[in-house]
Nanobody
Framework: VQLQASGGGLVQAGGSLRLSCAAS????????MGWFRQAPGKEREFVVSISQSGVINYADSGKGRFTISRDNAKNTAYLQMNSLKPEDTAVYYC????????????WGQGTLVTVSS
């Protein structure tokens, strides 16, 4: 199983980025997908997830600014991030959780998002 996160970069505050997570080696449609982030010196935190059926669960930090989606035909999940703030600076990780379980079994390598003020 491989999850390949991409789309990170440097953006000014107020800007937008779209992250992608391309999955291979698993039955993508059978997995919930999640995005997590880890800021420098902080623990990794949950950002948002989307279930197999499209149910979305947001952490407070991303509500109203972040949108998760998935394209099962492309085995890819996306995270659209708008109105970015400097405190959104972090390494963003995508992860896959098999439907019916509570643990994310597979993790991508992370993509760095830096938001300048």
């Amino acid at each position: 199983v491989q999850l390949q996160a991409s789309g990170g970069g440097l953006v000014q505050a107020g800007g937008s980025l779209r992250l992608s997570c391309a999955a291979s080696g698993l039955t993508f449609s059978a997995y919930a997908m999640g995005w997590f982030r880890q800021a420098p010196g902080k623990e990794r935190e949950f950002v948002v997830s989307i279930s197999q059926s499209g149910v979305i669960n947001y952490a407070d930090s991303g509500k109203g600014r972040f949108t998760i989606s998935r394209d099962n035909a492309k085995n890819t999940a996306y995270l659209q991030m708008n109105s970015l703030k400097p405190e959104d600076t972090a390494v963003y990780y995508c992860a896959a959780r098999r439907t019916g379980t509570s643990r994310y079994d597979h993790w991508g390598q992370g993509t760095l998002v830096t938001v300048s003020s």
